[in-house]
C-alpha cells in the first residue's frame, strides 16, 4: 500500500539509519509537502507506540502560540522535547499550532542536532528551498543573467544621480567615477581605451574593488607597452578573462596594496568602480568575485571551497587547452571559463608568457612594501593523474597569499623549474614558458644589479 | 494579533496525512517605494571640514524653530543672533548644543606627549557631572545656564532657548523647545491585516551556536514551513521583512590577524567570510519566498560613516538572484503599503546613549523625534560623511514606524505628536541574545514581539521568554 511506504521509510531512517528526522529534512528527502511531512512523521510515531509501547522513540514537537509577558501579548514559537509539551502548552495563552518537529532514537540533549539536520538539507537543496513550502511567493523568481546585469547597470546609474547633490568637482584621484558610461572619457588611453569598449557589454562585472588608480595606471602602462603590438588579442584575452568566476585569472595577477584586493583582470575592464567603501573590506580578499551568470557557475563555486584548488583546477583547465588546442570543443561544457579566451589562447600561447613576464617584475616593482598580505604567483609543485592514467608532476604557478619577504624566493625558484625533466612533447610549450620566464627572470635580476652610477645618482 | 485565529487549527497536524496539502500565497506587495535616496553617496570626497554640516543643520531648522518658538512663547518675543545680544534682556536665541565633556575620548589628547596620557578605558557612558553646555549659532558661542538640563542633552542639537545674557556673559536660561515632529502624511494603510517583520543583530559568524537555532525558526516561520495551517496562513501575510543591521557579529570584526606573525596567519580567513556565505544562504532562503530589505549595520561590510551605504550584492550571489533582495542604506526609508516606515541600525541611538543620561533606547528614540533630528551627535561622537549642502539626517517628514535596530530588549510605545502625527516607535532587540523579532500590523499600527527557542540541557527556565 501507498501509505505504508512512508511509514517504512521513516522506519528504516529512524531505527536502521539512527537519523534525526525533521520534517523539513522528510519533506524534502519524500519530495512532500511540508505539512504532509508532518503528518507523517505523527502518523508513524502513533503507530509505532500502538505496536509496540517500549519503542524507543524520541520526540520533539513545535509549539507557538501566545504568551503574555510583561503586560504585552508575545508571540512565541519553540521546540520542545516531548516531555515538555504539556508544561510549555499550559504556559501559552493561546495555542497557534502544534505539531512534530522532529523524530530521533536517542533522547537529545539540546536542539543542536536538529538546526544541523535542517542546515544540511537546506544546504543541499538550495535552489529551490521553498518549493515544498506552504507559501509561495509569485514575485520571488530569480532573475536571469541578463536582467541581473541590466539591473547592475541601473544601481550603477543611481549611485551617480546623488553624486550632483553631493560632489563639488569630479576629483578624478579621490573619487570613483561610478558609471559605466562614464569610463572611457576620464581615463588614460591606450589598454583602458581596449578596454572601455569592452566594458559596456561586460557590464556584470560591476562594482568590484576599489583600486588605486595611481598602481592600476602603472600596471596598465607596463602591460600596454610590452603587450600593444599584441593588440586585440591581448584585449580579447582580458576582456573575456574579465568575464570567468576566477578571482584573478593566473596570468594577470597584482598583489594587494594595502588592504583592498586588487583584481587587475577584471578591475581593469571595469577601471571605474562605483565609490563604494563598501568594498573596502580588508577580509574580503578570499572572496571571489561573483558574476552572476549562470547556475552552473553558482553550483560550481558552491562546490569548490577552497579559493586555490578552484584557481589550480583552472589553470589545470588553461594549461590543457594549450596542449590539446583540438579537444577544444569537448571540453566546453566542463570548464567554467568561458569558451572565447580559450580560442584566443592557442594561437597565443607566446604572448600569454610574454605577458606574464611583464606583470611579474611589474608585480614586484609596484608593490608598495608594507606588512601587508599580498597574493603572490608561487611556483608549486603539482601532482596529478593525466588523462592517460599517468601520474605527472608538473610545477605550476598558483596564486597565494604571501608577504613581500616572499617575493625573493619567487625568483630563486624560476631557474629550478628549468631543471625539471619532462620527456613528453606535449610539455614543451610550458617548457617553454618557463625557459622563457628563467630567461627574463634572469634578464630582471640583471636589471635589478645596482650599478656604479647608483652611487652618484643619490645626494 | 498575529495567528489568532490559527488557534482553530492548531492541532490540525497531530492527524494521519490528508491528501491534499494547502498551500497560501504570499500577499503580494501593494505598494512600496524607497525614499532613502537622500541617504546614497555617490562620489564621495573628504576634503571638507565638519563644520559645513553644522552650518546647513542650523540654516535649515532654524526656520522651524522659530516657528516653534513664537508658538510657545508668543509671536511678540525678541528673537536675536548671539551677536546682537543685550545683558539682561530677555530674548530667544536659536543655536547648535556643544556639550563639553571632561570624559569625552579625544584623539589628540591621547597622542598628546606632553600630556603622555595612557589611552581611556572605554566606558558606557561618558557624562560626567563637569560637563558644560554651550551654545553656538553662525558667529558666537556663549555658556548656558539654567533650566536646561545639561546632562540628557547632546552636542550636535539644535534647539531654541528663551532666557536673559548675564553680567559675566553667560546665558541663563529659563525655557528651551526643540523643532518637535515635523508634519506627517497621511496614512493609507492596508484595509486587512499585513504584517511587517523587522529583525535586527542576527550576529552570524559570533561562534555561539545557540542563536541558530531561534535564526531557523524565524526562517521556517516567515517562509511557511514551520506551524500548522493556521499560523502558516498568518505567516503569508508578512509582506516584507527588514533586516536592521548587525548581520554580522562584533567577533567578526576582529582585526588580530594585523597584529600576528604572517606566519601565523597565513592561511586564515577573515571571520567575515564565512559569516557572509551563511548570510548569503538565509538570505536566499528568505528572499524566495518574501520581499527582504537588508540594512548594514556597525558590524556589516560597509562604509563606517553613517549614512552607511548598502552591502554590495557580488557578496549575495545565491540570495542576488532573487529581486525580492533588496540591499538598502541605514539609515532607511520606504513607504511600505502607504505606510511611512523609518529607521536606523541603531547606532545613533546608541551613540547618543552614550553622552546622554537618558537611559532607555525608547526614550532616545523618542527624543530624537522632538529634536527633529535623526542622529544629533554625528559627526562629533559618530561617523559621518561630511555634507555641505543638506544635513539629509533632519526629518522632514513625520514617519508612521520610527524604529531602531539592536536594543537591548524589545520596546514599543504609540506616540502622538502636537499636531496629531501618529508614530509607532519600536527598539528592535538584538536577534542574537534576545532570539526575538517585531511583528508590525500596518492596518493598525501595532506591534509584537514573537520570540524564538530551542531546547537545552539545562531546562525549564532556559525556553522562558524573559523581557523586560
Redesign the interface.
Not at chain 1, 493561546?94 to 512534530?100: F, K, Q
Not at chain 2, 551605504?309 to 557578496?315: D, T, W
Not at chain 2, 509584537?448 to 540541557?457: L, R
Given at each position: 500500500m501507498e501509505?505504508e511506504l512512508?511509514l517504512e521509510n521513516i522506519d528504516e531512517f529512524v531505527t536502521d539509519q539512527n537519523r534525526i528526522v525533521t520534517?523539513?529534512w522528510l519533506?524534502f528527502t519524500l519530495g512532500?509537502?511540508?505539512?504532509?511531512a508532518?503528518?507523517?512523521l505523527?502518523?508513524y510515531v502513533?503507530r509505532k507506540r500502538k505496536e509496540n509501547s517500549g519503542a524507543q522513540l524520541h520526540v520533539?514537537y513545535?509549539v507557538?502560540?501566545?504568551?503574555i509577558?510583561?503586560g504585552?501579548?508575545?508571540?512565541?514559537?519553540?521546540?520542545?522535547?516531548e516531555d515538555?509539551l504539556e508544561a510549555?502548552k499550559s504556559?501559552l495563552a493561546?495555542?497557534?499550532?502544534?505539531?512534530?518537529y522532529s523524530i530521533q532514537k536517542a533522547m537529545?540533549?539540546?536542539?543542536?542536532p536538529?538546526?544541523n539536520t535542517?542546515?544540511d538539507i537546506?544546504?543541499t537543496n538550495?535552489q529551490n528551498?521553498?518549493k515544498?513550502?506552504?507559501?509561495?511567493?509569485?514575485?520571488?523568481?530569480?532573475?536571469t543573467s541578463a536582467?541581473?546585469s541590466q539591473?547592475?547597470t541601473s544601481?550603477q546609474a543611481?549611485?551617480?544621480?546623488?553624486?550632483?547633490?553631493?560632489?563639488?568637482?569630479?576629483?578624478t584621484i579621490?573619487?570613483?567615477?561610478?558609471s559605466t558610461a562614464k569610463q572611457p572619457s576620464p581615463q588614460p588611453k591606450g589598454i583602458m581605451g581596449m578596454f572601455a569598449t569592452k566594458s559596456a557589454s561586460k557590464s556584470q562585472d560591476t562594482?568590484?574593488e576599489t583600486k588605486p588608480e595611481s598602481k592600476e595606471t602603472t600596471i596598465a602602462t607596463t602591460v600596454s607597452s610590452k603587450v600593444s603590438p599584441k593588440g586585440s588579442a591581448m584585449s580579447n584575452f582580458f576582456g573575456k578573462a574579465a568575464m570567468n568566476k576566477l578571482k584573478v585569472s593566473s596570468e594577470c595577477e597584482q598583489p594587494k596594496e594595502e588592504k583592498t584586493v586588487a583584481k587587475p583582470s577584471v578591475s581593469v575592464t571595469e577601471p571605474k568602480s562605483?565609490?563604494?567603501?563598501?568594498?573596502?573590506?580588508?577580509?574580503?580578499?578570499?572572496?571571489p568575485?561573483?558574476i552572476?551568470q549562470k547556475d552552473k557557475r553558482?553550483a560550481k563555486?558552491?562546490a569548490t571551497s577552497d579559493n586555490e584548488e578552484k584557481e589550480d583546477e583552472n589553470l589545470k583547465k588553461k594549461r590543457r587547452r594549450i596542449k590539446r588546442p583540438q579537444s577544444d570543443s569537448s571540453e566546453d561544457e566542463d570548464v567554467s571559463v568561458s569558451p572565447t579566451p580559450q580560442e584566443a589562447k592557442p594561437p597565443l600561447p607566446s604572448p600569454e608568457p610574454a605577458l606574464k613576464i611583464e606583470l611579474e617584475p611589474a608585480t614586484t616593482e609596484a608593490s608598495t612594501g608594507g606588512?601587508k598580505?599580498k597574493r603572490k604567483r608561487v611556483l608549486k609543485s603539482k601532482t596529478f593523474v593525466d588523462s592517460e592514467g599517468c601520474m605527472v608532476t608538473e610545477k605550476v604557478y598558483e596564486s597565494e597569499?604571501?608577504?613581500d619577504s616572499e617575493e625573493e624566493f619567487i625568483k630563486s625558484k624560476l631557474p629550478a623549474a628549468h631543471n625539471q625533466s619532462t620527456a613528453a612533447v606535449r610539455k614543451e610549450p610550458k617548457e617553454d614558458r618557463k625557459g622563457l620566464k628563467k630567461g627574463t627572470a634572469t634578464a630582471s635580476k640583471a636589471n635589478k644589479q645596482v650599478s656604479i652610477m647608483g652611487f652618484f645618482q643619490k645626494k | 494579533?498575529?495567528?489568532?485565529q490559527?488557534?482553530r487549527?492548531?492541532?490540525g497536524?497531530?492527524?494521519?496525512?490528508?491528501a491534499e496539502?494547502?498551500?497560501?500565497?504570499?500577499v503580494?506587495?501593494s505598494t512600496y517605494t524607497n525614499c532613502s535616496?537622500?541617504f546614497?553617496?555617490?562620489?564621495?570626497?573628504?576634503?571638507r571640514q565638519y563644520a559645513h554640516i553644522y552650518a546647513t543643520r542650523l540654516i535649515q531648522m532654524r526656520p522651524l524653530l522659530l516657528e516653534r518658538a513664537r508658538q510657545k512663547w508668543g509671536s511678540g518675543i525678541a528673537v536675536r543672533k548671539l551677536c546682537e545680544l543685550q545683558t539682561a534682556e530677555k530674548c530667544c536665541i536659536v543655536g547648535t548644543l556643544f556639550k563639553s565633556m571632561q570624559l569625552q575620548p579625544s584623539i589628540l589628547r591621547e597622542i598628546s606627549e606632553e600630556h603622555n596620557l595612557l589611552p581611556q578605558p572605554s566606558r558606557t557612558k561618558y557624562i560626567h557631572q563637569s560637563d558644560e553646555l554651550i551654545l553656538e549659532d553662525e558667529l558666537q558661542r556663549i555658556k548656558l545656564e539654567g533650566a536646561v538640563d545639561i546632562q540628557k542633552l547632546v552636542t550636535g542639537t539644535i534647539l531654541a532657548l528663551y532666557g536673559s545674557e548675564r553680567e559675566d556673559g553667560r546665558f541663563v536660561v529659563e525655557d528651551h523647545c526643540f523643532a518637535d515632529l515635523p508634519r506627517q502624511l497621511p496614512r493609507r494603510g492596508p484595509s486587512t491585516d499585513r504584517f511587517v517583520l523587522l529583525v535586527s543583530g542576527l550576529g552570524l559568524g559570533g561562534g555561539s551556536?545557540e542563536s541558530?537555532?531561534g535564526m531557523?525558526?524565524l526562517v521556517?516561520?516567515v517562509?511557511?514551513?514551520?506551524?500548522?495551517?493556521?499560523?502558516?496562513s498568518?505567516?503569508?501575510q508578512i509582506s516584507r521583512v527588514i533586516l536592521a543591521g548587525n548581520l554580522l557579529s562584533q567577533n567578526?570584526q576582529n582585526?588580530d590577524t594585523i597584529n600576528k606573525a604572517?606566519y601565523l596567519t597565513?592561511?586564515t580567513?577573515?571571520?567575515?567570510?564565512e559569516a557572509?556565505k551563511m548570510l548569503d544562504?538565509i538570505l536566499?532562503?528568505l528572499?524566495?519566498?518574501?520581499?527582504v530589505d537588508v540594512m548594514?549595520g556597525e558590524f556589516d561590510?560597509?562604509?563606517y560613516t553613517l549614512p552607511q551605504?548598502?552591502?554590495?550584492?557580488?557578496?549575495f550571489?545565491?540570495a542576488?538572484?532573487?529581486?525580492?533582495l533588496q540591499l538598502v542604506t541605514n539609515p532607511y526609508q520606504a513607504d511600505i503599503d502607504g505606510v511611512r516606515f523609518l529607521g536606523t541600525s541603531g547606532q545613533n541611538v546608541n551613540d547618543i546613549f552614550k553622552y546622554s543620561s537618558m537611559e532607555d533606547y525608547l526614550e532616545i528614540l523618542e527624543w530624537t523625534l522632538h529634536v527633529g533630528h535623526l542622529s544629533p551627535t554625528a559627526p562629533d561622537t559618530l561617523g559621518c560623511y561630511p555634507?555641505?549642502?543638506?544635513d539629509p539626517f533632519i526629518f522632514t517628514d513625520c514617519p508612521h514606524v520610527y524604529f531602531c535596530g539592536n536594543a537591548p530588549r524589545f520596546q514599543s510605545k504609540e506616540l502622538t505628536g502636537v499636531d496629531g502625527q501618529q508614530v509607532l516607535l519600536v527598539t528592535i532587540p538584538d536577534f542574537s541574545a534576545t532570539q526575538?523579532a517585531c511583528?508590525i500590523n500596518l492596518r493598525n499600527l501595532t506591534c509584537?514581539?514573537?520570540?524564538?527557542?530551542?531546547?537545552?540541557?539545562d531546562?525549564?527556565e532556559g525556553?522562558?521568554?524573559i523581557?523586560?
Open positions: 501509505d512512508y520534517y523539513k519533506s512532500v509537502h511540508v505539512n504532509q508532518k503528518q507523517m505523527y502518523d502513533e520533539t513545535l507557538a502560540g501566545n504568551l509577558q510583561n504585552h501579548i508575545c508571540h512565541k514559537v519553540a521546540v520542545v522535547r515538555k510549555m504556559k493561546t495555542i497557534a499550532s502544534v505539531h512534530v537529545l540533549k539540546d536542539s543542536g536538529l538546526y535542517d542546515y537546506v544546504k538550495l528551498c521553498s515544498f513550502s506552504a507559501i509561495q511567493c509569485a514575485a520571488a523568481v530569480p532573475r536582467e541581473v539591473v547592475q544601481a543611481d549611485s551617480q544621480t546623488p553624486n550632483d547633490t553631493h560632489a563639488v568637482n569630479v576629483p579621490n573619487g570613483h567615477v561610478s562594482n568590484k562605483p565609490p563604494s567603501a563598501a568594498v573596502e573590506k580588508p577580509g574580503k580578499k578570499m572572496e568575485v561573483k552572476q553558482r563555486r558552491m606588512k598580505r597569499s604571501c608577504t | 494579533m498575529f495567528s489568532e490559527a488557534a487549527t492548531a492541532q497536524l497531530l492527524a494521519p496525512p490528508s496539502a494547502s498551500t497560501f500565497a504570499r503580494p506587495i535616496q537622500h546614497r553617496l555617490g562620489e564621495r570626497s573628504f576634503n551556536g541558530f537555532l531557523q525558526l521556517d516561520v517562509t511557511g514551513q514551520l506551524g500548522a495551517e493556521g499560523e502558516q498568518c505567516a503569508a567578526t582585526k604572517k597565513k592561511k580567513q577573515a571571520a567575515s567570510v557572509v544562504e536566499l532562503q528572499s524566495a519566498s518574501v520581499p548594514p561590510p560597509t562604509n551605504q548598502p552591502l554590495h550584492h557580488c557578496m550571489p545565491l542576488g538572484a532573487y529581486s525580492t555634507f555641505y549642502k543638506t526575538t511583528l509584537q514581539p514573537i520570540s524564538f527557542s530551542g531546547f537545552s540541557a531546562e525549564d525556553e522562558m521568554e523581557s523586560h
